[in-house]
């Protein structure tokens, strides 16, 4: 259950660039652990890694895609292919690629031995074990009430100290007056560590689902199983350690402590002689992390809504729709065919919530009716359709995109991961989904089902969708709704 971790560069390049910091404490202390951390991994030189993510930060300015995509690859998939011009590119076989769709079958692969009998298993060993368990939270929502995520670790980090890490990352936004004045619950608001992403050995799951209870039962998201993809996995533990060294250690006695990054022990060395097959899908891990100026994300995403030409079809999903003015801007003025899917009130996650909570769901519906309204009076009802999911007992939280392209009746490409397309996902919170882009019909047919079994479950939302008793928004809640919609 250890995973490889890798780097690509020097320590020299980063304390460098620390120089060109100032002012900036928080991305500092984020380059001082990498320069270290890559100073004890120079014999890994050959492998990916995710700080070529920050190279960004070298530039002047944010980097432009400065022709159309289409025109710098026009054939097929391989037009997608300027995404590796901002991060590194996985080719795989479709084959390793597997695409879920329930919250039962999310359940079934994450079901593993008990993690503690594994610990114990480990220490009772012949030889020296390599068994490292390394767990990165939100340090609010991590925190908060007595019983929650840190009280259930703190007896596996004192049975297995040498084993187990615990990192509670900490929005550097949170802070003074302001972490003294907001109470628990209301100071996630400020920002989270976002990021959903499982790693088993060489295996990931990228996804947008929690490991609580409703997630393995009533809880529809969405979730890819990337499976014996090495390298991949490199990319995503280095990002959680990296992570995880500017982040808040759990002790046993539940205090947390800043310490310096670990190096993670475990190497993947591939058997000689191993042949793999010629890719026909290639991965793109997307990082956002506005408060150390990350935005690959948001730079890719822009991209492939300004880009999509006419007659492509995009299915976006979100559980929240909250979207950013540059995404609504985008979604309305390009020329491709927009289906969006978004939770109904009746499967929004704070239906029925007590106090202010519980008129989140009105204030999305009040969203969504501005959103329509917009779309109506441009004339776009055909180009830009909006679709509420439903079902009965359950609750909606899948997020990403689909994306079609002229004349063809399988996606090619799709986003999947933790971003909501909000104005959250986009400055406040971490985030990390991936770009699956793919020329295998195989595994373009199970991107397809998968959004057609979430659509399926949808409704069109028409002028009369707002006429529902269950529509009806409160005054004072569309008053308030412009005053906080960026803290939700």
């Known amino acids: ?5 890798a780097a690509a560069a020097g320590p020299v390049f980063w304390r460098r660039l620390l120089g060109l910091l100032p002012g900036r404490p928080g991305l500092a202390a984020l380059l001082g652990r990498l320069s270290d951390r890559l100073g004890r991994n120079r014999d890994r030189q050959r492998r990916r ?7 960004p930060l070298l530039s002047p300015a944010v980097p432009q895609v400065t022709s159309p995509p289409c025109c710098l690859c026009p054939e097929g998939v391989h037009r997608f292919q300027w995404i590796r011009n ?5 080719g795989v076989s479709s084959s390793h690629v597997r695409v879920l769709s329930s919250p039962a079958e999310f ?40 019983k929650n995520s840190r009280t259930m670790l703190l007896p596996l ?9 615990v990192s509670l990352f900490h929005t550097p936004h949170l802070r003074g007056l302001l972490r003294l004045l907001i109470p628990e619950r209301f100071n996630e608001t400020i920002g989270l560590q976002h990021i959903k992403v499982y790693l088993f050995d060489n295996s990931v799951i990228l996804s947008g689902a929690n490991l609580s209870d409703s997630y393995f039962t009533n809880r529809q998201d969405r979730y890819v199983f990337l499976q014996d993809c090495a390298e991949i996995a490199d990319f995503f ?14 002790q046993g006695d539940d205090t947390v402590q800043v310490v310096d990054g670990m190096v993670h022990p475990y190497k993947d060395a591939a058997a000689a002689g191993d042949r793999r097959p010629a890719p026909d899908t290639w991965i793109y891990p997307l990082i956002q992390m506005k408060p150390f100026e990350i935005q690959i994300d948001e730079i890719v995403t822009e991209t492939l809504l300004t880009e999509a030409e006419r007659g492509a079809k995009v299915y976006l999903t979100t559980g929240y729709f909250n979207l950013t003015q540059a995404y609504m801007d985008l979604v309305l003025g390009t020329r491709a065919e927009y289906q969006i899917l978004l939770a109904s009130p009746e499967v929004n996650g704070f239906f029925g919530a007590k106090g202010v909570a519980g008129a989140i769901p009105a204030a999305y519906v009040h969203i969504e009716r501005q959103f329509f309204s917009e779309v109506c009076s441009l004339g776009q009802q055909e180009r830009v359709q909006l679709q509420e999911y439903w079902r009965r007992g359950w609750t909606f ?50 991107l397809h089902q998968e959004q057609e079994q979430l659509y399926l479950r949808s409704g069109v939302v028409s002028s009369a969708t707002f006429e529902q008793p269950s529509r009806q928004v409160k005054l004072w809640v569309k008053m308030v709704t412009p005053l906080i919609k960026n803290f939700f």
């Open 49 to 55: 890694s995710p700080w070529l993510l920050l190279a």
């Open 397 to 446: 939280h899948a997020k990403g995109l689909w994306l079609y392209l002229a004349g063809s009746s399988l996606p090619c490409l799709t986003l999947i991961g933790s971003p909501n397309f909000g104005y959250r996902s986009v400055h406040r919170d971490l985030e990390a989904q991936i770009a699956i882009v793919t020329e295998n019909q195989a595994l373009q047919q199970q």
């Open 237 to 250: 533990t280095e990002l959680v350690d990296a992570v995880g060294d500017v982040s808040l250690q759990l």
């Open 157 to 165: 980090l004192r049975r297995f100290p040498e084993q187990v890490r």
């Open 107 to 146: 359940f079934e692969l994450m079901k593993v031995d008990c993690l503690e009998s594994t610990l114990e298993k480990s220490l009772q060993a012949k030889f020296p074990s390599n068994l490292k368990v390394s767990i990165l939270l939100d340090f609010t929502r991590g925190s908060r009430g007595r």
């Open 86 to 90: 901002l991060v590194p590119e996985f």
């Open 1 to 5: 259950m250890a995973v490889a971790a």
